[in-house]
């Protein structure tokens, strides 16, 4: 099942993406007359194993009548439609670096001993379709990270590797939009703290409004076999940047068990799995995101994720 949100008319809305159009959750309920669901995908999640399997029933449901739900309104087309990110105000971002070999490679850079992560605030989100905005001053060094994205399904803490996975809904797309400014200076400021201070303001270029693109769906977990083996594409303006399988240097059961170690993790959160090589901060030349330009990121069984670039 592939959930996701919609703007219609000013508001979010739910819906699961179909062979036929993107079914609207509260409009399908209405139409046959059943209870509203749990609120948007958020809600949806938080309520449990229970709100996937409503979801499901109402969509066995609605599926039978289709020509109904289109006529009153309960089905839009998926290819007009406007994204949000799926979860458009998750409690929590963490996305995880360092976890592709060959990209610590072209960023010279050792694989660490242990798994690396930084939060990104919830106003970097953006859906698939809308503007990525080069920020004005600091809009010449602007990089796509393609990166396989889950979503927390249950509230675990403390969780260990073999329990992890029964805390995951599914799976999404994120492009960790970075600013790259910064970079040089991480690799060769002198000090403690002017190193902790560079490397700071690395992670503030990667939180401009809408630097985290997100979606277009929430893949279920049962629609995956094998979240470490799915093919991960980037193309900016049709050019291959990035193309590889998600072999992580830390799985996602070690993700969660790992952090889960401080942060309580939610339903509704999301952890981004970092990206592989082909960025272009890596590449010689540098490639840069450049106004006018497209950049999608493309994993199996998931869908693309779609953003065009525009001046701030």
């Known amino acids: 099942m592939k959930l ?18 993107i079914l609207d959750l509260r409009a399908a309920a209405a139409a046959l007359d059943r209870p509203p669901l749990h609120g948007g995908v958020l809600g ?3 309520a449990g ?3 996937l399997d409503d979801v499901r029933r109402l ?3 609605a599926a039978g009548k289709i020509d109904d739900m289109r006529a009153a309104g ?13 979860i458009p105000k998750p409690g929590f971002i963490l996305s995880v670096g360092m976890n592709y070999a060959k990209h610590l490679a072209e960023m010279n850079t050792p694989i660490p001993k242990e798994p690396a992560a930084f939060i990104k605030v919830p106003t970097s989100l953006s859906g698939s379709g809308e503007p990525i905005r080069l920020p004005a001053g600091h809009a010449d060094m602007v990089d796509f990270e393609g990166e396989l994205t889950f979503v927390i399904g249950r509230s675990c803490h403390q969780v260990s590797e073999a329990e992890a996975m029964d805390c995951v809904a599914g799976y999404t797309i994120a492009n960790d939009v970075s600013a790259r400014d910064w970079v040089p200076a991480v690799f060769t400021v002198e000090g403690t703290m002017p190193a902790i201070h560079a490397w700071e303001k690395n992670i503030l270029g990667k939180n401009y409004p809408g630097f985290t693109p997100m979606g ?3 893949v279920t977990k049962d629609e995956i076999d094998d979240p470490a083996a799915l093919h991960l594409v980037t193309k900016l303006d049709g050019e291959v940047m ?6 992580l240097v830390f799985p996602i059961p070690k993700l969660i068990a790992y952090y889960s170690q401080w942060y309580r993790f939610s339903p509704g959160d999301v952890v981004t799995t970092g990206s592989p090589e082909g960025v272009g901060f890596g590449r010689d030349p540098k490639v840069f995101m450049k106004p006018g330009q497209t950049i999608e990121v493309t994993i199996e069984g998931i869908g693309t ?3 065009p670039v525009v001046a701030g």
């Open 49 to 51: 194993p229970s709100g």
């Open 4 to 21: 996701v949100t919609i703007e219609v008319d000013g508001a979010d809305l739910p819906g699961v993406l179909l062979d036929e159009g």
């Open 242 to 247: 990035q193309d590889t399988l998600t072999e």
């Open 59 to 61: 969509v066995d449901a």
């Open 216 to 218: 277009p769906v929430i």
């Open 305 to 307: 994720l779609s953003n």
């Open 44 to 46: 949806i999640l938080q």
């Open 74 to 86: 309960a089905v839009h087309d998926a290819g007009s439609a406007r994204y949000r990110p799926p």
